[in-house]
């Protein structure tokens, strides 16, 4: 696997919620990562994916709601997202994707 491919499994998907949007005012992009991801590789992934340089990674752990799916008692999936700060001036483009 290269580098490049890395990357792309660290970040899977930006986060697009009115929350997310607040916070992009900030200078701060939020997206979905694996569970396993630390703060690091998120930094190295969002600066080579994107060319921007990142001064500070947030994480958050969600955990899985206990739902009904048809009657029956599921569990939805753990999710950890990534709050990203990005140096003034740089910024990312959520909408046009990678």
């Known amino acids: 696997m290269s580098a490049n491919a890395k990357h792309y499994d660290t970040v899977l998907t930006p986060v697009i919620t009115e929350k997310s949007t607040i916070v992009a005012e900030n200078n701060q992009i939020v997206f979905q990562v694996p569970l396993s991801a630390t703060k690091p590789e998120i930094k190295t992934a969002v600066e080579q994916?994107?060319?921007?340089?990142?001064?500070?990674?947030?994480?958050i752990l969600t955990k899985g709601k206990t739902k009904r799916f048809r009657g029956r008692p599921g569990r939805r999936n753990d999710v950890k997202k990534a709050i990203v700060t990005l140096k003034d001036g740089d910024t990312i483009d959520i909408a046009t994707g990678l």
């Open 49 to 59: 994916l994107f060319n921007v340089s990142v001064m500070a990674v947030n994480t």
